[in-house]
């Protein structure tokens, strides 16, 4: 079996280092046509999918645009998964979950366990309950060859506080990018983080031996010229950045969007070869 880190190589050596948010929030629905509705969200995964699935290397739905819908969207968000994964992308759910015990188990088979409707590749998780927490998030995601993704430096004001808060010397931020790379000297690269990528963040990345999902590019300010500043010091290889309002107002015309995701992919690699 095939680890996340080697899942990950390969597909970014075929496709190119985007991640492409499917965020069906109101005001992309309404750009695109669509009813606020569960209908409307169905709709617009569909479109994502059928441009997005067979072009783009890694595809991340934000879980709550879907959950706003009750089941109409747990059900759209099913088929956004299954069909993403069928195309070819990997499949990082945007779910940042976090809690103790049994309850985080819970968490990691919803969407890390193959029995689940909602199995993704990966998922994001906070570790501010303690990065010991996610251990059955990242057991399992390790006997499965997924990955989970960790929040480190994240890119609203507001975590400041909490991430760069120093005990010993060390911040919080940094803290948690050591356990990761203490979760990965095994080489499978199954804990990634999550790093803002539209400013310094001030973190020794050298080490983690995993991908950085790294978002903020276009609508967040961040372009793809940045990107080799804001991770002077970290293998570019592991830099997975992220996209979502700046590829998928293209949509909902199928081939706009596809060519919107092309272009950025192609941006990427041209900023980090």
């Not at 499949?91 to 940042?96: E, M, N, R």
């Not at 830099?239 to 949509?251: E, M, T, Y």
């Given at each position: 079996?095939?680890?996340?880190?080697?899942?990950?190589?390969?597909?970014?050596?075929?496709?190119?280092?985007?991640?492409?948010?499917?965020?069906?929030?109101?005001?992309?629905?309404?750009?695109?046509?669509?009813?606020?509705?569960?209908?409307?969200?169905?709709?617009?995964?569909?479109?994502?999918?059928?441009?997005?699935?067979?072009?783009?290397?890694?595809?991340?739905?934000?879980?709550?645009?879907?959950?706003?819908?009750?089941?109409?969207?747990?059900?759209?968000?099913?088929?956004?998964?299954?069909?993403?994964?069928?195309?070819?992308?990997?499949?990082?759910?945007?779910?940042?979950?976090?809690?103790?015990?049994?309850?985080?188990a819970a968490y990691a088979r919803a969407w890390?366990?193959?029995?689940?409707?909602?199995?993704?590749?990966?998922?994001?998780?906070?570790?501010?309950?303690?990065?010991?927490?996610?251990?059955?998030?990242?057991?399992?995601?390790?006997?499965?060859?997924?990955?989970?993704?960790?929040?480190?430096?994240?890119?609203?004001?507001?975590?400041?506080?909490?991430?760069?808060?120093?005990?010993?010397?060390?911040?919080?931020?940094?803290?948690?990018?050591?356990?990761?790379?203490?979760?990965?000297?095994?080489?499978?690269?199954?804990?990634?983080?999550?790093?803002?990528?539209?400013?310094?963040?001030?973190?020794?990345?050298?080490?983690?031996?995993?991908?950085?999902?790294?978002?903020?590019?276009?609508?967040?300010?961040?372009?793809?010229?940045?990107?080799?500043?804001?991770?002077?010091?970290?293998?570019?290889?592991?830099?997975?950045?992220?996209?979502?309002?700046?590829?998928?107002?293209?949509?909902?015309?199928?081939?706009?969007?596809?060519?919107?995701?092309?272009?950025?992919?192609?941006?990427?690699?041209?900023?980090?070869?």
């Amino acid at each position: 079996m095939s680890t996340f880190a080697e899942r990950y190589r390969e597909v970014v050596a075929q496709r190119g280092r985007l991640c492409a948010g499917i965020d069906p929030h109101p005001e992309l629905l309404q750009q695109w046509g669509l009813p606020v509705s569960g209908a409307g969200v169905r709709a617009f995964g569909d479109i994502c999918v059928e441009a997005l699935s067979g072009t783009v290397a890694v595809i991340k739905p934000q879980v709550a645009f879907f959950e706003a819908f009750g089941s109409e969207g747990f059900a759209a968000l099913e088929t956004v998964i299954a069909g993403c994964q069928a195309g070819g992308a990997l499949v990082i759910a945007d779910a940042k979950r976090g809690d103790i015990g049994s309850t985080m188990a819970a968490y990691a088979r919803a969407w890390l366990d193959p029995s689940s409707p909602l199995c993704a590749d990966a998922v994001t998780v906070s570790p501010y309950l303690g990065f010991g927490s996610l251990s059955p998030a990242i057991d399992l995601a390790r006997a499965g060859g997924r990955g989970v993704f960790v929040l480190a430096r994240t890119s609203n004001p507001e975590g400041a506080a909490l991430q760069l808060a120093k005990g010993d010397g060390v911040t919080v931020a940094q803290r948690i990018v050591d356990a990761a790379a203490s979760a990965n000297t095994d080489g499978s690269g199954t804990v990634g983080l999550v790093v803002g990528a539209t400013r310094e963040h001030g973190l020794d990345l050298a080490g983690l031996g995993a991908p950085v999902l790294a978002p903020g590019l276009g609508a967040q300010g961040a372009t793809a010229d940045d990107l080799r500043t804001v991770f002077a010091g970290t293998d570019l290889g592991w830099v997975l950045p992220a996209s979502s309002r700046a590829v998928l107002r293209h949509g909902p015309d199928v081939p706009a969007l596809r060519d919107a995701a092309l272009r950025t992919a192609s941006e990427i690699e041209s900023a980090l070869s």
